[in-house]
């Protein structure tokens, strides 16, 4: 996923309390407070900036000393007061929904840092500060401009970390504080070994030599982080991860303005994952009736590409994916340039097997999009390069293509860059849009006829391959819920998803560990049931004048917003705008 997406997935709620107007009397003081605090936004997160393809922030990283972190709450405690005292009904209908989410964006900011206490309660927050990553894996500027930036973000590392030593309380979660090392142990060894690959052919002697500089004093403070850590917090760190009911309830409502309770979520996630253990043994059993349906998932992942084929075959069957969609007419494609399919490179192999990286909405120079796969690393054992390529079955690699790029996050992207979308709904984008949409995709697709050529055993893998996914996401949600409200523990979550996911110990735990500081996970699901939710009410709403692509297409040219705002956008009646699921 692209990192804007994992640096904005907590910023957005809205607010349900006003209902859409048609005067515009108020636009101009709504801009300009708009645009004033949307530079203070920036100035304080400037790698936020930097992401978004605002080159201004190059170089710049956050201050996170007592002093700034305070003033940050006080600037936004006083947008707050002014955004409220704003009379929406003298805004237009586009900057209604404008004031909408930016007042949610700061109610969801001092909830992260007032209730969620980020900056004292999570060692994670600083772990990978030091990101540099976008300077060597984007060319919009001059490599020695870009080693320049480096250079400038790697001479902050010592006081940020004497900040976050500082500011950190005494007692930490025990996930949160391991986690935390295994991140700074590992942004440390990027900055060097990954790093210096990527730098390899740079031959500003002069430059380089400030650079080597640093970056050693860099990982020498990344480094006594974790040392920190470990020593200083780990013995005393205790297992309060769960941010509890009434956090939960305000993660909801604050980033998605969702009013729904949590157990009432729960609910419904269960009564999802005994529907997709339904399906998948269905599917399972079309393929062969006389074995347990994860042994038939388990031998369809043994029909892999091999190594020389992965990356090549990946990029054919991406574009006949494409080309379904226009065939079948399901989405708009506002632009006929492609994704890159191509290797992931090689300082980013260790934290990722594929991933979509395209670039911000207002990047004018690195403008292309990678859909990167890792290959093979021909200096494993062959059960690893096994292994290794049983996650690329054809099948499955189809359903990763369709999340990540045609129509998942790449076409996502097409369009919003296309559309008349305001500054502000292209900064903020909803966890549950996001990732939804995409999720909502690999369905909509099988749906909609593809990998079904007539074959019903190639079709039944397709759909086993699918629902394999959707088992992940929605114990996800599951998880998250438990955990958060009901005190489940990490060993607990981890059998969780090994009973309902179908998977090994391994990535059961990374799973249930991931729920201990992402409790928005549960969005993929949620998500893609809202958008289900919002067509089927669009669908009755147009009658004969539906079609899936006017829906589809309806859903990614109005920004990427909490789902409840797009159900104002695209539904008529108001009393339908609170019917989430």
Known sequence: MKKIILLQLALLFTLFSCTKKNTATGDTAFEKASEEYLKGYLDWRPQTGVYLGLHDYDGKITNYSKASIAAEVLRLKKYDAQFAAIDSSTLSPKKYYDWKMLRSSIKNELFSIADLKIYTKNPMTYAGAIDVNIYVKRNFAPIEQQIKS??????????????????????????????????????????????????????????????????????????????????????????????????????????????????????????????????????????????????????MQKEHPTAQSLIPGARKNLENIRQFLLDHKIITMPSKVRVKVTETPAYARSTSTASMDTPGPFETKATEAYYYITPVDPKWTPQQQEDWLAQFNFYTTDVVSIHEAYPGHYTQFLHLNASDASKIQKIFGSYAFIEGWAHYTEKMMLDAGYGNTGDPIKAAKYRLAQSGDALLRICRLCVSVKTHCHGMTVDQATQFFMTNWYQGDKPSRQEALRGTYDPGYLFYTLGKLQILKLRDDYKKQEGSNYSLQKFNDAMLDNGMPPLQIMRELLLKDPKSWQAIL
Request: no cysteine; glycine share 4%.
């Open 150 to 299: 480096i250079i400038a973000i790697e001479k902050e590392a010592p006081k940020l970390y004497e900040e976050a030593k500082a500011n950190l309380q005494d007692t930490l979660a025990i996930p949160h504080t391991q986690l935390a090392i295994a991140i700074a142990r590992g942004s440390a060894s990027f900055l060097g070994n990954d790093l210096l690959v990527a730098l390899k052919d740079v031959k500003n002697d002069s430059l380089m030599n400030a650079f080597t500089a640093a970056n050693t004093k860099a990982i020498a403070a990344i480094n006594g982080y974790a040392a920190f850590l470990e020593k200083e917090k780990l013995a005393k760190a205790n297992n309060k991860y769960a941010i509890g009911k009434e956090n939960y309830q305000k993660m909801l409502l604050y980033g998605e303005g969702i009013t729904m309770s949590a157990d009432a979520i729960l609910t419904i996630g269960m009564q999802e994952l005994q529907k997709e253990q339904t399906a998948f043994n269905a599917a399972a059993k079309i393929i062969n009736p006389n074995k347990k349906p994860v042994d038939v998932y388990n031998e």
